[in-house]
């Protein structure tokens, strides 16, 4: 199972360890560095202190002396650990009696130049070397001090494997609380998982937004689909209602017709065709609606550009009878963030009565204007002011000459009303048929 919580929880155990690895690490290096410079930072002391014991006297003959009173005494034993060796250009070297079997090579180097070095002793032992030059009484001589670290590595060795104890506790109390926090934090999805389950059940209709921040909008458009879909099933029940109720009608006198013994053979043929004829049309109207809605899926964005061509090429396929021009406008800008199959209705819905109804034009206009406002006008016979208010009338056909069952409108207003938006109707002052303006706002 792809677990949010246990990637998380691998994820962050992995760092911490890292981490940890790192910081060991680099507490070792740091301390290892110290250690070396403070010897190093010594050992140049100590060669001070040799170029100071050195001394140059008249007696000697040009030939130097080395007071040995200032040094420390551990240059007097062998092996001690602590070596000089002090090189001269003009007459022989001087040499610790600790340095007899510990070798020392020395480069000369000018006054007031040094060097530091890292070796290994006769025994394998590792040794810092510290080399300088300098100048006395116009002799010039090069000095090296080295010492055997091995004591300090061994205590810097029992304290990193303390530190490494430390490190690791303190990973194991990171670690702990990390499972804590981590958990309780995934704990506030489970108020998600229960209401899910309140949903499956039918106890609620939609989930709480009080979950983290970073799943609000994941929450908020789950939240958007479930009303989309409660709509679509209302709009889908109502469909099927008003279809039922049309067929109702031509169905009940199809029953009658064949079983009243009034009528003659012509006159029942005749009622039969009629009615069939009838319910064929709503059958036809309801196939026409549904290749208007198209096969968008749930929660598709409906693209202007693209589906008015569509839409108008398919009712040019269903009016192939008559001759029109349907010509439109798009504003500056203009997106319908809105449902493509609620979109693909209800302006399929406003063209297709506009293309029924019209002579030969049809204008649609489609502008922002804080919010999206489309205006569908016809050059047909328009309606009066006093029936306007009975176009949104379900089943009402203010001509029953013309085919349909009269649901576009009322559908149109429903979608609208799902939008909050409003529906309007007026004379068309360009054409003079109607004009239907429908206004959406942009928070739907």
């Known amino acids: 199972m792809n677990s949010l919580e246990r990637s998380l929880q691998l994820g962050l155990v992995v760092s911490l360890v890292l981490l940890m690895l790192i910081f060991w690490w680099t507490a070792s290096l740091a301390s ?76 000369e180097l000018a006054p007031g130049q040094k060097s530091k070095l890292s070796v290994e002793g006769k025994a394998q032992e590792p040794l810092l070397v510290w080399f300088g030059g300098f100048s006395k009484k116009g002799h010039e001589f090069s000095i ?15 304290f ?37 389950n309140r949903l ?28 989309r879909f409660d709509q679509r099933l209302r709009q889908s029940r109502n469909s099927v209602g008003n279809l039922a109720h049309s067929l109702k009608g031509p169905l009940n006198l199809l029953l009658r017709n064949t079983e009243t013994s009034e009528l003659s053979a012509e006159q029942r043929q005749a009622s039969v065709e009629q009615n069939a004829e009838r319910i064929r049309q709503l ?68 063209v297709d009565n506009a293309v029924k109804w019209c002579n030969s034009v049809v204008l649609i206009n489609v502008r922002h204007a804080d919010g999206v406002l489309f205006d569908v ?12 208010s009975r176009l949104i009338e379900r089943g009402v056909r203010l001509d029953e000459s013309v085919s349909g069952h009269g649901l576009g409108l009322s559908i149109v207003k429903d979608i609208v009303d799902t939008y909050n938006g409003t529906l309007t109707f007026n004379q068309s002052s360009r054409l003079g048929g109607l004009r239907v303006s429908v206004f959406l706002p942009d928070e739907a």
């Open 32 to 107: 290892q560095l110290l250690a070396n410079s403070f010897v190093y930072s010594r050992l140049e002391s100590e060669a001070d202190i040799l170029a100071a014991s050195i001394d140059y006297s008249e007696v000697s003959i040009g030939n130097p002396r080395l007071n040995t009173e200032r040094l420390h005494p551990a240059y007097d034993k062998l092996s001690s650990g602590k070596y000089y060796l002090v090189h001269f250009r003009d007459s022989d070297d001087f040499v610790s009696r600790s340095a007899w079997e510990q070798p020392l090579a020395i480069p």
């Open 144 to 158: 090296a001090v080295a010492e055997d670290i091995s004591p300090i590595q061994e205590r810097l060795r029992i």
């Open 160 to 196: 990193q494997w303390y530190f490494a104890a430390i490190a690791l506790l303190l990973l194991l109390a990171l670690l702990a609380v990390q499972h804590v926090i981590l958990r309780h934090s995934v704990r506030k999805l489970d108020a998600i998982r229960n209401d899910m």
């Open 200 to 227: 499956e059940h039918g106890q609620a209709v939609s989930l709480s937004e009080d979950v983290p921040s970073e799943v609000l909008p994941l929450v908020r458009e789950f939240n958007r689909l479930l009303l």
């Open 283 to 350: 059958i036809e109207s309801e196939l026409k609606r549904a290749r208007l809605a198209g096969r968008g899926a749930a929660g598709q964005i409906f693209d202007l550009d693209a589906e008015l061509p569509m839409l108008v090429g398919l009712l040019e396929q269903e009016y192939s009878h008559k001759t029109f021009d349907v010509r439109w406008t798009l504003g500056a800008g203009v997106s319908l963030a809105y449902d493509r199959q609620d979109m693909l209705e209800l302006i399929g819905n406003l």
């Open 377 to 388: 006008e016809d050059d047909g016979p328009g309606c009066s002011p006093d029936e306007f």
